[in-house]
């Protein structure tokens, strides 16, 4: 009796986390601390902005800052 209570409670709970997911139903999404200004203003702007497209080309040189290159 207490493999089949085992085995009922380990159904349910993988039921249970098979409906659980990460995202926010509003859509929210968490910032980081750290953005430069840049980033931070263009979390608010419309995607086609000046403030937007900064925010990009931060990024990407913050990018090819940290990857790593062939010469080493």
């Known amino acids: 009796m207490r493999s089949s209570t085992r085995t009922w ?14 995202a926010l139903e509003t859509g ?3 910032r980081l601390l750290g953005a430069s200004d840049a980033v931070r203003r263009a979390y ?4 086609f902005t000046p ?3 900064a925010a990009q ?3 990407q040189q913050e990018f090819e ?4 290159s062939p010469n080493y």
């Open 9 to 22: 409670l380990t159904v349910i709970f993988l039921i249970a986390l098979a409906g659980c997911n990460s």
């Open 28 to 30: 929210y999404v968490p």
């Open 44 to 47: 608010y702007a419309p995607p």
């Open 51 to 53: 403030e937007a497209h």
């Open 57 to 59: 080309v931060e990024r």
């Open 65 to 68: 800052q940290r990857r790593p």
